[in-house]
């Protein structure tokens, strides 16, 4: 086992930090790391050596694959600093890479070498609940190898469901998209209705049309759930929603389709790519395999056992079951067609999409995580940056309460007592 010298923080050699990416990006996540690096260097540039980025998230720290942004920043002169820094902001993706990586024990004995080379004290971990939980290891190991390591989260995901916090960066922005790509697709629906009105005593030669559109969400129905702010009124879909926080029965469902259907003479079906039936994933109930070429689908597990479900299985079992069990009026027309539209990592990428009001917030929660750790009498570590009700308005939460848990757990009454106990004592 290593053995590692606790190495106390001194006016002599100025502590480091260092910005680690966790999981998927949004496009507003390098928002983050601009009000965090920004905060610091304007702010409290007399109490830091450096702040480095890993490149390429947890992996990059790993394989010690670190660049200099104040070295960045003053490339051109200090006047220019600001300037240089505010480039990092509106990427629509992780400015400095990412990794789903979960770091094992080997693998923080790694870091905490690489911590020490490079006299790393701080370091600041943006992403979800996966993530959290990333952040307790390294501060766990850390202590317990007395190395003085401040670890501060700062939360992103498109799914918005992490505990505690009112919402989080990359949501609002996900949200809009699926609200105007849901307005989209229900005027193309539009476009081929065919009332029965209309028809001249004869079969209308072509099929019925319906939508099935899948959303990012594995554990929760947020975004999913954002489409109804497309509906201008009752007739525009979604018209039936699929989560799996509400669970899925096939008659029921079936059901919902049918009289949607029978009243508005169209159906769009919106759904959560983590859809559940009580038992599996909806999707796991198509099998795909191309048979002439022998090639089976195999589902993916990620390090932290989280299961992928993005892709269009989903989409295809929902279109499939549509077309097999929905009764469409024969005396009009020929047959009925379902379009399915898939998840995809496009849902979260639009910079051009972007919220303005989710924008604010990720610089905020950067802004948020460089004051608590440099803004007070002592350097805090061990909790995550929350948004609160109110606009513009930060605070923060133990890791604990937040990590590897989702909103709507049993977890979150235990997770807001201690977020309550913690800002109660700690003030800066």
């Given at each position: 086992?290593l053995?590692?010298r606790?190495v106390p923080?001194?006016?002599?050699s100025k502590?480091?930090a260092?910005y680690i990416m966790?999981?998927g ?8 790391a601009?009000?965090l690096?920004h905060q610091?260097?304007s702010?409290y ?5 450096t702040f480095?980025?890993?490149?390429g ?8 694959d ?12 200090s006047e220019?600093a ?15 890479g990412?990794?789903?990586y979960k770091?094992d024990t080997?693998?923080?004995h790694r870091?905490?070498e690489?911590?020490?080379?490079h006299?790393i004290h ?5 992403g ?7 952040a307790?290891?390294?501060?766990e190991f850390?202590?317990e190898?007395s ?5 501060i989260?700062i939360p ?6 992490l505990?505690?916090?009112?919402r ?9 998209q699926?609200?105007l790509t849901?307005m989209?697709?229900?005027?193309d629906l539009d476009?081929?209705?065919y009332?029965e009105?209309s028809?001249k005593?004869?079969l209308?030669?072509e099929?019925?049309v ?7 969400g594995?554990?929760?129905?947020w975004?999913?759930?954002a489409s109804?702010?497309?509906?201008l009124d ?7 929603l ?5 669970g899925f029965?096939m008659?029921r469902f079936l059901d919902r389709?049918?009289n949607?259907?029978d009243r508005y003479g169209?159906?769009?079906v919106?759904?959560s790519?983590g859809?559940?039936?009580g038992?599996?994933y909806?999707g796991?109930?198509?099998e795909?395999m191309?048979?002439?070429?022998q090639?089976?689908?195999k ?5 932290h056992?989280n299961?992928?479900?993005?892709d269009s299985?989903?989409?295809l079992f ?7 069990r ?10 009925f067609?379902c379009?399915?539209?898939g998840p995809g990592?496009l849902?979260?990428?639009?910079i ?5 009001i989710d924008?604010?917030?990720a610089?905020a929660?950067g802004?948020?995580?460089a004051?608590?750790?440099?803004g007070?009498f ?5 909790i995550?940056v929350t948004?609160t ?8 939460t133990p890791?604990e309460?937040?990590?590897d848990?989702?909103k709507?757990s049993?977890?979150m009454?235990?997770?807001d007592?201690k977020?309550?106990?913690l ?6």
């Amino acid at each position: 086992m290593l053995c590692v010298r606790r190495v106390p923080m001194s006016k002599k050699s100025k502590p480091n930090a260092i910005y680690i990416m966790g999981g998927g990006g949004t496009c507003v996540v390098s928002a983050s790391a601009f009000g965090l690096v920004h905060q610091t260097y304007s702010k409290y540039r007399q109490k830091i050596g450096t702040f480095y980025a890993s490149v390429g998230g947890m992996r990059g720290a790993i394989l010690e694959d670190l660049t200099d942004l104040f070295e960045f920043a003053a490339a051109e002169g200090s006047e220019m600093a600001a300037s240089r820094l505010r480039q990092l902001k509106f990427r629509s993706a992780p400015v400095f890479g990412t990794s789903r990586y979960k770091p094992d024990t080997e693998d923080c004995h790694r870091l905490l070498e690489v911590f020490m080379a490079h006299n790393i004290h701080y370091v600041f971990l943006n992403g979800g609940n996966d993530t959290m939980e990333k952040a307790i290891i390294l501060e766990e190991f850390a202590r317990e190898s007395s190395w003085e390591l401040h670890v501060i989260g700062i939360p992103k995901t498109v799914d918005n469901d992490l505990l505690i916090t009112h919402r989080c960066p990359g949501y609002a922005s996900f949200a809009k998209q699926v609200a105007l790509t849901t307005m989209s697709l229900q005027g193309d629906l539009d476009s081929f209705g065919y009332s029965e009105y209309s028809s001249k005593h004869e079969l209308v030669k072509e099929s019925a049309v319906a939508q099935v559109v899948v959303f990012m969400g594995r554990d929760s129905g947020w975004g999913a759930a954002a489409s109804l702010v497309g509906k201008l009124d009752e007739s525009y879909g979604p018209h039936v929603l699929l989560t799996k926080e509400g669970g899925f029965k096939m008659d029921r469902f079936l059901d919902r389709c049918q009289n949607a259907w029978d009243r508005y003479g169209n159906l769009m079906v919106v759904a959560s790519e983590g859809a559940f039936d009580g038992d599996q994933y909806l999707g796991n109930h198509l099998e795909v395999m191309a048979y002439r070429h022998q090639l089976l689908f195999k589902v993916f597990q990620d390090p932290h056992k989280n299961t992928s479900v993005t892709d269009s299985r989903l989409a295809l079992f929902l279109k499939l079951l549509l077309e097999n069990r929905l009764n469409i009026p024969t005396k009009i027309y020929n047959g009925f067609k379902c379009r399915e539209e898939g998840p995809g990592y496009l849902q979260r990428n639009h910079i051009e999409l972007f919220s303005k009001i989710d924008f604010d917030d990720a610089i905020a929660c950067g802004r948020k995580a460089a004051d608590l750790a440099f803004g007070g009498f002592e350097p805090m570590g061990g909790i995550m940056v929350t948004l609160t009700h109110l606009p513009g308005e930060t605070s923060y939460t133990p890791l604990e309460s937040v990590a590897d848990s989702t909103k709507g757990s049993r977890a979150m009454t235990k997770s807001d007592r201690k977020s309550t106990r913690l800002n109660s004592s700690h003030q800066i």
